[in-house]
């Protein structure tokens, strides 16, 4: 697949770590993932909403949460989660693709979404990427999914291309200063 990028950069992101305040005044604080983050994420990922999984991610199972995630926490890629309480509610993750650019995936607790949080983890993770000198970056979204159609259109990407179900999104991020 050839994605296609905007010439014009986007720009400003907060890096990680950081702590914001959702719509519903819980404090949550955003910080960079590391292995050892392992453990909690799966148990994220166990309490994920199956009605919440896209594209057959997340997986359902422990043992395949766990495989994928050591394949998206390595080679490269860029991991940011969202926490309450030292507990993560989110998870934004950027693999590389093999053509310079990274594909961008997001996943937020059934029980935090609408609150704000995918918003500030997004941008903390697109901060990070700025920060590492990644440039372009790339997602797929289902089209009937509005709310994040809206929030990916609101941080800046554009939308680049489309088939039966899902959208093309990507951003260029200005160069680190």
């Keep these: 697949m050839t994605v296609r990028f905007p010439e014009e950069t986007v720009d400003g992101f907060p890096t990680p770590p950081r702590t914001v305040t959702d719509a519903e005044g819980r404090e949550i604080q ?16 166990l309490d994920f909403d199956p009605e919440d999984r896209a594209q057959g ?10 495989e994928w995630l050591e394949i ?14 030292g507990s993560p509610v989110g998870h934004v993750m950027l693999v590389p693709d093999g053509n310079d650019s990274y594909e961008l995936a997001i996943f937020v607790l059934q029980s935090y979404q609408g609150a704000g949080i995918g918003t500030g983890l997004v941008r903390t993770a697109l901060g990070l990427a700025q920060r590492e000198g990644i440039e372009r970056v790339w997602l797929t979204v289902e089209r009937w999914n509005r709310p994040a159609i809206g929030l990916y259109e609101k941080i800046g990407f554009e939308r680049t291309g489309d088939d039966s179900f899902e959208l093309e999104m990507s951003l260029r991020l200005a160069p680190a200063e």
């Design 30 to 45: 955003l910080r960079q993932v590391t292995h050892e983050d392992s453990d909690e994420l799966t148990a994220m990922y």
């Design 72 to 85: 998206v926490m390595t080679g490269g890629a860029l991991n940011t989660v969202a926490a309450r309480d």
């Design 57 to 66: 991610i997340p997986p359902g199972d422990e043992d395949s949460i766990r």
